[in-house]
């Protein structure tokens, strides 16, 4: 079974350009979270989908993170502009329904921001 | 708010020893708890889970406790062995969202041959 793909898996940009990220979760996973996971500190939830619709979005900064999950399978964060603060690693994670505890993560995209 | 803590950053242990990574908790309503192992490069994998209505839970090597009076879980790795060698984070959840996950900072966990 395959795991949790996501590209690029490293990224630089500078600062107040836009940057987006992808995620492919495990095939048949309904549920799909996106993470931002600054250096020393654990993952953050950002956003939080069941198929193509937002569970929980609390913690994402919406004046300029972005994410869709249009036909419930893959999805895709934006950030733009993007700030120095903003430097982190963005994991995705599915797991198979809203209820399921374990959570299945991919290797992260680590973005520098200059 | 920090509400899932993890005090240690680092430890480091002997192999063939006993290696306990602590978690401290804060908000009441969690009530399920996840150990995940994090490899360099990788993202986290789980590594094993304990409810709310048990104190024990074991796999093999690991076993995580669960004392809800002092809101405190840790894992224990008997033995350890330096493959072990990886960010611990604890995890929890509440019932009313079970995807929801809040993470502690994680503790480095080196395992010396």
């Known amino acids: 079974e395959a795991g949790v793909a996501q590209s690029p898996r490293y990224k630089i940009i500078e600062k107040r350009q836009s940057v987006a990220f992808w995620c492919n979760p495990i095939?048949?996973?309904?549920?799909l979270y996106w993470y931002q996971q600054i250096l020393g500190q654990g993952p953050k939830l950002l956003i939080q989908?069941?198929?193509?619709?937002?569970?929980?979005d609390s913690q994402l900064p919406k004046d300029r993170f972005s994410a869709e999950r249009l036909k419930g399978v893959d999805s895709t964060l934006k950030i733009q502009p993007a700030k120095l603060e903003d430097s982190a690693v963005y994991l995705c994670?599915?797991?198979?329904?809203?209820?399921?505890?374990?959570?299945?993560f991919g290797p992260g995209t680590r973005l520098t921001v200059t | 708010d920090q509400q899932v803590k993890q005090n240690s950053p680092s430890l480091s242990v002997q192999e063939g020893r006993i290696s306990i990574l602590n978690c401290d908790y804060t908000?009441?309503?969690?009530?399920?708890f996840l150990w995940y192992k994090k490899y360099p490069a990788e993202g986290p994998t789980f590594l094993i889970s304990?409810?709310?209505?048990?104190d024990k839970n074991e796999d093999g090597r690991f076993t995580v406790f669960l004392n809800k009076s002092a809101k405190h879980l840790s894992l224990h790795i008997v033995p350890s062995q330096p493959g072990d060698s990886a960010v611990y984070f604890c995890?929890?959840?509440?019932?009313?969202?079970?995807?929801?996950?809040?993470f502690g900072d994680g503790t480095t966990l080196t395992v010396k041959p």
């Open positions: 995890a929890a959840r509440e019932g009313t969202n079970a995807g929801k996950s809040t």
């Open positions: 304990i409810s709310s209505i048990k």
């Open positions: 908000n009441s309503m969690f009530d399920y």
């Open positions: 989908f069941q198929n193509n619709g937002v569970v929980d």
């Open positions: 095939s048949g996973h309904a549920t």
């Open positions: 994670a599915s797991s198979l329904r809203l209820t399921s505890y374990e959570q299945y």
